[in-house]
């Protein structure tokens, strides 16, 4: 499976940006989906996961009420929909896929996407 990023930018504390990641080579729906994000220097952070059906989510503390992540299996595509953002958020936001669901921030998964930045200015 391979995973494409896209969609990141730069935002002004408080507002709001969705970026998408586009899955081919494989049944995409098979897979639960999930995005993690790295900041420089910092260790990678898990921010949520979803099923391969959307009908179970999880979050990261740090990002738990101000994140959504939805998918359209018809599209292939996941989302990550970011609001309220704050200058913290700023990082590197990767997509990953694995055949099995976990709300557990420690999951290994599979397969990766190449990472697309979000920059939050203050």
């Known amino acids: 499976v391979q995973l494409q990023a896209s969609g990141g930018g730069l935002v002004q504390a408080g507002g709001s940006l969705r970026v998408s990641c586009v899955a081919s080579g494989g049944t995409f729906s098979n897979y639960a989906m999930a995005w993690f994000r790295q900041a420089p220097g910092k260790e990678r952070e898990f921010v949520g996961a979803?099923?391969?059906?959307?009908?179970?989510?999880s979050y990261g503390g740090s990002v738990k009420g101000r994140f959504t992540i939805s998918r359209d299996n018809d599209k292939n595509t996941v989302y990550l929909q970011m609001n309220s953002l704050k200058p913290e958020d700023t990082a590197v936001y990767y997509c990953?896929?694995?055949?099995?669901?976990?709300?557990?921030?420690?999951?290994?998964?599979?397969?990766w996407g190449q990472g697309t930045q979000v920059t939050v200015s203050s």
């Open positions: 979803i099923t391969w059906s959307g009908g179970m989510t």
């Open positions: 990953a896929a694995d055949l099995y669901y976990s709300d557990s921030a420690s999951k290994t998964y599979d397969y």
